[in-house]
């Protein structure tokens, strides 16, 4: 596709629930990035792929959150146990390396 | 970390002016982005502009690396400039970028 894409766009679960955020980035892009966005903020870091691995995974907020990018290309948030405090807008971004990043549309989560 | 501070944080202004967004960071970056984010939510790129000068159309934006700020001129505001600016910079160069707040621009017909 021309851009990135995100699945789904609103996700609505029961706290305690299991749920996967998904990505698609640019077409050749090897760098891959998860944001969050709360009401009123800039987004804020999670984590951060070159290829298939993790390059930084600094700003998952805790062992609930999860992602993985097995084939380099889509990558999927996986948060177990959610909590009220998920509730937010999930970015993804994509680049090539160095290079200026190109944002989805974003999930907004909500977490009741 | 870096720390990113963008101001005003809010700005008011009539169709047809002119104004001037700023971003100051704490330290040396590789990378700095201007986006804006639409009432939809989408971040739209403006300018990557880790130094010097660019224009596009009526925006413009000038980066002083060595005085650690950035400033985004918008010329001859339209109803469709509203929304919330972010500057985002990245000390490492690894891409992973630091957002300020924002500055949420409102333009009135």
């Known amino acids: 596709g021309a851009g990135v894409s995100q699945t789904p766009s609103n996700k609505v679960t029961e706290k305690g629930k299991y749920v996967e955020l998904r990505c698609d980035p640019i077409?050749?892009?090897?760098?891959l990035y998860w944001y969050r966005q709360s009401l009123g903020q800039g987004p804020e870091f999670l984590i951060y792929?070159?290829?298939?691995?993790?390059?930084?995974d600094s700003g998952l907020p805790n062992d609930r959150f999860f992602a993985v990018r097995p084939e380099g290309s889509v990558s999927t948030l996986k948060i177990q146990r959610t909590e009220r405090g998920d509730s937010a807008v999930y970015l993804c971004?994509?680049?090539?390396?160095?290079?200026?990043?190109?944002f989805g549309p974003g999930t907004r989560l909500t977490v009741l | 970390g870096i720390q990113v501070e963008q101001s005003p944080p809010d700005l008011i202004l009539q169709e047809g002016a002119n104004s001037t967004l700023r971003c100051n960071f704490s330290?040396?970056?590789?990378?700095l982005q201007w986006f804006h984010q639409n009432p939809w939510g989408q971040l739209i790129n403006l300018f990557y502009?880790?130094?010097g000068t660019k224009q596009n159309g009526r925006l413009s934006a000038t980066t002083v690396a060595t005085e650690r700020y950035s400033l985004l001129y918008i010329s001859s505001s339209q109803t469709t400039d509203s929304g919330v600016y972010f500057c985002?910079?990245?000390?490492?160069?690894?891409?992973?970028?630091?957002f300020g707040d924002g500055t949420t621009l409102t333009v009135k017909p």
């Open positions: 971004a994509s680049s090539l390396m160095g290079t200026e990043q190109f």
């Open positions: 077409s050749g892009h090897t760098a």
């Open positions: 792929f070159q290829g298939t691995g993790a390059a930084d």
């Open positions: 330290d040396s970056v590789n990378n």
């Open positions: 502009i880790p130094s």
């Open positions: 985002a910079v990245d000390d490492t160069n690894a891409g992973k970028s630091t």
